[in-house]
């Protein structure tokens, strides 16, 4: 990778995390808003990349996309009734559809609203359940660090494959030096970040949630993989410049945000 490419992918990447980190420090709104969003643009590119995006399914497009946002409010209970609704209508629109794919059709529909939409709600009721948004912050600092600590590791020393059939670049060198460099990290939250991340300080719950996170975080991204795969895609999309699309992005996040909320759910009862 040439020197601009780098620094592209660099600032992409700072932007993305500032934005990601401002919405979070803003309040519980704002972490909802930024989950509809990153939902929305997430089924414009899951959508285009399983089935072509023409004027006839734009209807389809608009109902799924309104899926996911109530998924997203759905911490207000109101919108979760409303995506009731939309899963009708997704079901009724379907019988005025004249293609004889009903089922591929709305199995698109069901798995891309499923795929996106529920853990982003989780990602959201995490910021709202425990205490407060930067609940959620931990979550991503320890993706990133995980993302980070494996691809250091695995670029450097990385020689046996973790999935070679789905991920060939990925090793368990690399899962496992990302998995180290999370604990270590989690420690360090432990200590001195706890109060801020509305978390007691307790090392065992830490290094919990650092195995949910790096462990979940990478059946998501391997996740990701395998549809693209089976796509025959590189990314699935091209919205942030050296990075891919969203849902490239987001990928880690759609198994271990609802992983997150069991563990903590789980944690806060026993």
Same mark, same amino acid.
């Given at each position: 990778?040439?020197?601009?490419?780098? $620094?592209?992918?660099?600032?992409?990447?700072?932007?993305?995390?500032?934005?990601?980190?401002?919405?979070?420090?803003?309040?519980?709104?704002?972490?909802?808003?930024?989950? $509809?969003?990153?939902?929305?643009?997430?089924?414009?590119?899951?959508?285009?990349?399983?089935?072509?995006?023409?004027?006839?399914?734009?209807?389809?497009?608009?109902?799924?996309?309104?899926?996911?946002?109530?998924?997203?409010?759905?911490?207000?209970?109101?919108?979760?009734?409303?995506?009731?609704?939309?899963?009708?209508?997704?079901?009724?629109?379907?019988?005025?559809?004249?293609?004889?794919?009903?089922?591929?059709?709305?199995?698109?529909?069901?798995?891309?609203?499923?795929?996106?939409?529920?853990?982003?709600?989780?990602?959201?009721?995490?910021?709202?359940?425990?205490?407060?948004?930067?609940?959620?912050?931990?979550?991503?600092?320890?993706?990133?660090?995980?993302?980070?600590?494996?691809?250091?590791?695995?670029?450097?020393?990385?020689?046996?494959?973790?999935?070679?059939?789905?991920?060939?670049?990925?090793?368990?060198?690399?899962?496992?030096?990302?998995?180290?460099?999370?604990?270590?990290?989690?420690?360090?939250?432990?200590?001195?970040?706890?109060?801020?991340?509305?978390?007691?300080?307790?090392?065992?719950?830490?290094?919990?949630?650092?195995?949910?996170?790096?462990?979940?975080?990478?059946?998501?991204?391997?996740?990701?993989?395998?549809?693209?795969?089976?796509?025959?895609?590189?990314?699935?999309?091209?919205?942030?410049?050296?990075?891919?699309?969203?849902?490239?992005?987001?990928? $880690?996040?759609?198994?271990?945000?609802?992983?997150?909320?069991?563990?903590?759910?789980?944690?806060?009862?026993?």
């Amino acid at each position: 990778m040439d020197l601009k490419k780098l $620094s592209l992918r660099t600032l992409s990447g700072v932007i993305y995390c500032g934005i990601i980190i401002g919405c979070i420090l803003f309040g519980h709104e704002a972490v909802a808003i930024m989950a $509809s969003v990153f939902a929305t643009l997430s089924v414009i590119e899951f959508s285009r990349i399983s089935s072509d995006i023409t004027p006839r399914r734009i209807p389809t497009l608009l109902l799924d996309i309104a899926g996911v946002i109530c998924l997203c409010f759905g911490v207000y209970i109101f919108p979760l009734l409303l995506w009731i609704a939309v899963i009708v209508a997704r079901m009724i629109e379907e019988l005025y559809i004249n293609d004889n794919r009903p089922i591929e059709n709305l199995a698109h529909s069901f798995m891309g609203q499923i795929y996106i939409g529920v853990p982003l709600a989780c990602a959201v009721a995490i910021s709202y359940l425990f205490s407060r948004p930067e609940a959620l912050l931990s979550v991503f600092f320890l993706l990133w660090i995980n993302d980070t600590g494996a691809f250091l590791v695995g670029s450097s020393i990385g020689k046996h494959r973790l999935f070679e059939r789905i991920s060939p670049k990925k090793s368990w060198e690399g899962f496992l030096g990302g998995f180290i460099i999370s604990l270590c990290a989690a420690a360090i939250f432990s200590y001195f970040c706890s109060g801020f991340f509305g978390f007691e300080k307790n090392l065992p719950f830490w290094l919990g949630l650092a195995g949910v996170v790096t462990i979940f975080g990478t059946w998501g991204d391997l996740v990701e993989s395998l549809i693209k795969r089976s796509l025959h895609i590189k990314d699935s999309g091209n919205i942030i410049p050296g990075h891919g699309g969203i849902l490239d992005r987001i990928d $880690s996040l759609l198994l271990a945000a609802p992983a997150v909320l069991i563990y903590l759910i789980l944690w806060s009862v026993y």
